[in-house]
């Protein structure tokens, strides 16, 4: 068999793994205990970071991530770890690691974007009382940011409550979770809204949700290695691309129909940050109110 022919055959093998899952032609897995010794056996089975099901959904995500959501989907549970299972393992394993190689916290990039946003709002040519709107409105929206992370605005925390959540927000962000938990929910809602129509439920994007997440925590993971701990931060276009391929894998959608969903998908993810961003902004200034 020529050259061309083996990576022809190649490529055709790990297509069908795709779609399949595993190798019609493989040796059963029965067959192959048999060979094997058992020293080892079941000894890495309560660790979640080595069992089968946390090595099998890595693998998986990372070579198959569409294919994989709609096998669990369909109900193949016993082979992967459950969806916020997995994200809540493979995110805070992240964590421990940027605790290892980063640990220092750095200047939260969400507050100095929010700052030069407000300085460019104040060197607009406008009348002074549409600028004084622009301004107040942005210094509402970066008053509710800080105090969605208290823990890391330690000159913002005043009062005994402030200081209660920023020790809540710190306990959970030392496990990654806040890493998480707001993307999952408005990637949930998106999913939701945009994929109504292929008669996907709740549960389902939900799940679907929570894998892409999982994935997007591989590639920070990958960069945080790479990098030594020195960046970790990844384009949120990199979450877009990611979405894209599960649409088209997942739904067997065209490229193009998988691109115009998942750009909806990220359409909607901002109008819904944008309203939690305003939502806490309102809550923190009915507090301010009431205390003055």
Not at 108 to 131: F, H, L, Q, Y
Not at 154 to 160: G, I, L, S
Not at 164 to 173: C, F, P
Not at 196 to 220: H, K, N, P, V
């Amino acid at each position: 068999m020529s050259k061309t022919h083996s990576l022809e055959a190649r490529r055709r093998a790990f297509h069908i793994w795709q779609e399949l899952g595993y190798n019609p032609w493989s040796i059963p897995k029965e067959v192959k205990r048999q060979k094997d010794g058992s020293f080892y056996k079941g000894a890495f089975d309560s660790i979640p970071f080595l069992n089968d099901d946390a090595k099998r959904t890595f693998v998986e995500l990372l070579f198959r991530p569409g294919y994989m959501i709609r096998d669990y989907i369909r109900g193949a549970h016993d082979k992967y770890l459950a969806p916020l299972a997995a994200l809540i393992i493979f995110y805070s394993f992240f964590a421990l690691l940027s605790a290892v190689l980063k640990p220092y916290q750095q200047t939260d990039p969400g507050t100095e974007i929010m700052n030069e946003r407000i300085e460019a709002a104040e060197e607009i040519e406008d009348t002074e009382s549409s600028k004084s709107l622009i301004v107040q409105t942005l210094r509402i929206i970066k008053t509710g940011y800080e105090y969605l992370s208290l823990d890391q605005h330690p000159e913002r925390v005043d009062t005994r409550h402030e200081q209660a959540i920023a020790a809540m927000e710190g306990s959970l962000r030392s496990q990654g979770i806040p890493l998480f938990v707001g993307k999952l929910i408005l990637l949930w809602l998106s999913f939701t809204i945009v994929l109504r129509r292929y008669g996907l439920g709740s549960s389902a994007c939900a799940t679907a949700a929570a894998y892409i997440l999982c994935q997007f925590s591989f590639f920070m993971l990958f960069a945080l290695i790479a990098t030594f701990g020195e960046n970790a931060s990844l384009s949120t276009a990199l979450l877009l691309v990611l979405i894209v391929v599960d649409l088209h894998q997942m739904l067997d959608l065209p490229w193009k129909t998988s691109i115009r969903k998942a750009i909806a998908v990220s359409i909607w993810y901002a109008v819904l940050y944008g309203a939690m961003l305003l939502l806490v902004s309102a809550v923190v200034v009915l507090i301010a109110f009431f205390k003055s």
